[in-house]
């Protein structure tokens, strides 16, 4: 466990380790839950589609493409929950294939109505 004080601005580190130096590594969801093993009952999104879903959500610069940082202010889920746990996605492309996905960033896809 990680202690931290509510709101204290906390900073996130993803590492791919892989022997192709030719991968970069992109954030694309991330949730968190009261619950180590159900990220569907009781979410909190911080980001989706590589967009912030909390105003506190960040991404920062990182040193080197196989390298993905980010951040956001510490909350709880109410009192009765003692521990929050986070579930990333990331997503793993070819180094400066800039019309994948990872470089494409925040990617808000909206529903059409069947009417429209």
């Known amino acids: 466990p990680y ?6 601005n906390l900073f996130l ?16 969801t991330c949730v968190a839950s ?3 093993s159900d990220f569907r009952t009781l979410v909190y999104e911080l980001s989706k ?6 105003s506190t959500y960040s991404l920062h610069p990182s040193p080197r493409s196989d390298i ?3 951040g956001f202010n510490a909350f709880s889920f109410v009192n009765r929950f003692p521990s929050v746990f986070l579930r990333c996605e990331l997503l793993v492309c ?4 800039y019309p ?4 494409q960033g925040c990617v808000s896809r909206f529903r059409r ?3 429209s």
């Open 3 to 8: 202690y931290v004080d509510m709101d204290q």
């Open 34 to 36: 009261p619950n180590s």
């Open 49 to 54: 589609s590589g967009c912030a879903s909390d």
């Open 100 to 103: 994948s996905r990872c470089y």
């Open 94 to 97: 070819r180094y400066r294939d």
């Open 68 to 70: 993905a940082r980010f």
């Open 113 to 115: 109505n069947a009417d």
């Open 13 to 28: 580190q993803a590492s791919l380790h892989s022997s192709d130096q030719n991968l970069t590594v992109f954030v694309d």
